[in-house]
């Protein structure tokens, strides 16, 4: 590894933070504390990791329902994502997107999408108007290996090579679009076999490698910030948990086999083995990452089940910048004076 | 009173299945609904089952069978679509973890290991894809049922259905047709926020040459799925997820009733029908009419019970064709109308509803038609039940209406 020590530390640091927040959603999620659907992210961390470690804090990045992990990674704040997941009024977006629809600006993160693919020209649009501001920006769409069928990740694509954007496609390939396995619905085994086809360099990394991704990531932002266009990564991956939420409720589409050969290649676990082989980290260090990271989730979860719900006329703002029209409801005093029921 | 009304469906079916005959079906129904227009439905029925048995080889020993048993909503759904493809070859069934897995919400569980993948298969994630090759499936004569995993993920396929599947027909002069059945769950009250709880019902009903279908019940949900099949032009097919599993009332609070313990809960196993166009009262009141369809119909039966309004409520099942005769007959007995759905208020069903009512009741009315209906927002992650319309928001338009 030739990485310095801080960006090993730093990889490792956001990996820990996103399976701490996603265990402790999920057991939330599991206690019925969690209203919506959960889509978590454990067993992917390397990716997101990876590359958002390779990214600067202005980078732009668009995220998909699957998509804690990418805001984590990106720098997210525990709090106001666990208050988001929650419904509360203190949430990311003061309760109204919930974990499919979690976003914040201010570290670049354009949003995680409850529609398949929709993410994916919007980076696109991203990246062109961080070139056109000529800031120097890039932008990152993660997407998911089922995305690539749909027309939005073909146009995006095709557009951000026609016109030469400073993008790098990042292709979480876990083998599965919600309960159907790839090649029930694909004839190709590799996603990176579509970059050639747009007119983009592609390459496949090992996305349970936390180093392998952030350097392929390094290469392709770098090529992209150089005005070298766009470029495609697809990191083989694998989710431990359900599409959604965590048990399989007993309907089976993937062998216990299969998921316990994935779980024994865990990005965390490899990542913190090699660490301590080649005397980057203790035992200890490592330890002490994981229990601060911990104090942290314990104290988001607190501020989350302690913040007030969203006042019921607040359902109504928002919808427009200027205008509100709600006064053709004929109920819609009782909303404002008491909510409605 | 509703009770009588699901009697009398139920019984329906056995005359029917009894009789073998599909047109005695839709008259009785007529007649449990509509009872001014008998004749003239009993006509159009006549035809359909014609055209019916020459598409699909209908022989009276297929026509259904005696057992019933409590079916939840997508085993109702599960069923109709047994039913079809057992019936019909040209019937195939397509769409995202539809086959190997049996579908999110298990409405083709099964179904592939009986048909085989050539007729229940595994689409990508592609809506624009899957819409547009049952256009081709349909013009070249299959009868497709692509599903749509939520109706919130429409929106990438709505070119092909828009521009293509409702179109085609008249463009070519009725040469080609798209004989497609799209279903797709829809509605609120699961907790899925702006992409997994939208009624968009209107959007299909403002596109000429599309039908549009709302169940509200099991038994519903088999008929006019069949019937839906059935039809030679594209039908959208919306299933209200919330009500898969048991009749939802909107008190969220209470816990989840099962479809068991309701008589429309009760489903034969074989082939009947209930024909498009036609809406069913579920409770009979002379106080107000109230217009509403999929899972507000619950919420409405309840919302009359606890405001004490004497409200007929009207279960419209399809939105387009509509059912106006029975409307106008309700309204012009009971004075008042009341119009209710889940989605949001500005250019909804509802406007066409209230459009049509003014328009045919004018000298009936003695009030103004109210809307309560669903916020005009997003759909919101947050307090959904501050959201959904439920059966306070309604009993009290029902008071302010009689009121009036
Ligand atoms: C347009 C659209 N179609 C279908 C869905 C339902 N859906 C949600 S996630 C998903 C699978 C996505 O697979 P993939 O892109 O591989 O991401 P993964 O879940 O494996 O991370 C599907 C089909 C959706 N959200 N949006
Ligand atoms: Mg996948």
Redesign the interface.
Known sequence: MELTRDVQMDLHRRMVRIRLFEEAAGRLAEAAKL???LHLYVGEEAVAAGVCTALNDDDHITSTHRGHGHLVAKGGDFNRMMA?LM???T?Y?????????ISDLSLGMLGA?????AGTPIAVGAAFADKYRKRGQVAVAFFGD??T????FHEAANMACALHLPIVFACENNEY?????RD???AITDIVDRAVGYGMPGVIVDGMDVVAVHEATLGAVARARAGGGPSLIEAKTYRFYNHHGVQNLG?K?RTDDEVAVWKQRDPIFSFEERLIDVGTATAADIEQVWSALGDDIAAAIAFAEDSP??E?DQ??VD?YTTHT??T????HT??TAR??? | MAATQITSDNDTVDNDTADNDTADNDTADNNDTADNDTADNDTVDNDDTDEMSMTSGMTNEQAGELTSRPMAMNIAIRSALDVMLGRDDDVVTFG??V???GG?FRCTDGLQQKYGVHRVF????????IIGVAVGMAAYGLRPVPEIQFA??V??GLDQLISEAARLRYRSGAEFTAAMTVRMPCGGGI??????SQSPESIFTHVCGLKTVMPSNPYDAKGLLIAAIEDNDPVIFLEPKRIYNGPFDGHYERPVVPWSSHPLGVVPDGYYRIPLGRAAIRRSGNDLTVLTYGTMVHVCEVAAQESGVDAEVIDLRTLLPLDTDTIEASVAKTGRCVIVHEAT??SGFGAELAATVQASCFYSLEAPI????G????Y????????F??P??VG??FK?VVAA
């Open positions: 209203p919506g659907f988001e419904g509360k009024a949430g977006c003061k309760g109204k997107g919930g974990s499919m629809h999408n409850g529609i398949v693919g089922g995305a069928n749909i027309g939005a679009g919600e309960f159907t396995r029930r619905t694909m309907l589409y719900l969203p019921p359902l109504l919808v029209n709600h053709n409801h004929t109920d009782s909303m909510g409605a029921s | 995202e973890d086959g190997y897995f999110v595994d689409t990508p994630i592609a809506e624009g894809g919130d993920y929106y990438p907790h899925g926020g702006q992409t997994h208020l500005t109210e809307r309560v209906t916020w005009d927002t997003p919101p992650h947050a307090q959904e039940w501050d959201y319309p439920g306070a928001r009290a338009a302010r």
